[in-house]
T-cell receptor, first 114, second 112 residues
């Protein structure tokens, strides 16, 4: 049981390049989230999904796109990377139902845009 | 989801109890209080949550005031490994509350 897995863990991009971060969870969770964390700051919600085929905007969605084609995967895309998108990106998931509803996080993906 | 206010940093001596406060004066009746912590650069880790009653688990205790406008996370015997950023979050319970918004948290330093 791997939990939440993010790939890649590190990436360096040049301004204007595109890339996709992959989040995979093996817990059959309905909800999935993408956050970014800048140095010394808390986490900010980029986009989230409440089920396969659905996505919604969070606090800071501009410059990012997401897709949830399969329940277990949540992809975060940067179409034209900018230095302001240099950050650590965290994916999280949680289940629905009568339980704690706690978030399970991945280990993070560190992105640098030059 | 209701906003929360936490002190930016706190110190605690190793072996003593760490009491981390959180204000959530605009909390709604159906919103829960959740606590997470983030050690160094790792992904945040769930600690505990509650609605009205005080809660305790193997990691910590959560004390919620009667008017629910504030709460305190208690680490009974803090260790150096408890040095982390602690986030207090309020959101609607599991059947709703799709968004989970994090604030800046409290940076706890446990000193030997």
């Amino acid at each position: 049981n791997a939990g939440v897995t993010q790939t890649p863990k590190f990436r360096v991009l040049k301004t204007g390049q595109s890339m996709t971060l992959l989040c995979a969870q093996d817990m059959n969770h309905e909800y999935m989230y993408w956050y970014r964390q800048d140095p010394g700051m808390g986490l900010r919600l980029i986009h989230y999904s409440v089920g396969e085929g659905t996505t919604a905007k969070g606090e800071v969605p501009d410059g990012y796109n997401v897709s949830r084609l399969k329940k277990q995967n949540f992809l975060l895309g940067l179409e034209s990377a900018a230095p302001s998108q240099t950050s650590v990106y965290f994916c999280a998931s949680r289940r629905t139902g009568a339980d704690t509803g706690e978030l399970f996080f991945g280990e993070g993906s560190r992105l640098t845009v030059l | 989801d209701a906003k929360t206010t936490q002190p930016p940093s706190m110190d605690c001596a190793e072996g003593r109890a760490a009491n981390l406060p959180c204000n959530h004066s605009t909390i709604s009746g159906n919103e829960y209080v959740y606590w997470y912590r983030q050690i160094h650069s790792q992904g945040p880790q769930y600690i505990i949550h509650g609605l009205k009653n005080n809660e305790t688990n193997e990691m910590a205790s959560l004390i919620i005031t009667e008017d629910r406008k504030s709460s305190t996370l208690i680490l009974p015997h803090a260790t150096l490994r408890d040095t982390a950023v602690y986030y207090c979050i309020v959101r609607v319970g599991n059947t709703g509350g799709f968004k989970t918004i994090f604030g800046a948290g409290t940076r706890l330093f446990v000193k030997a």
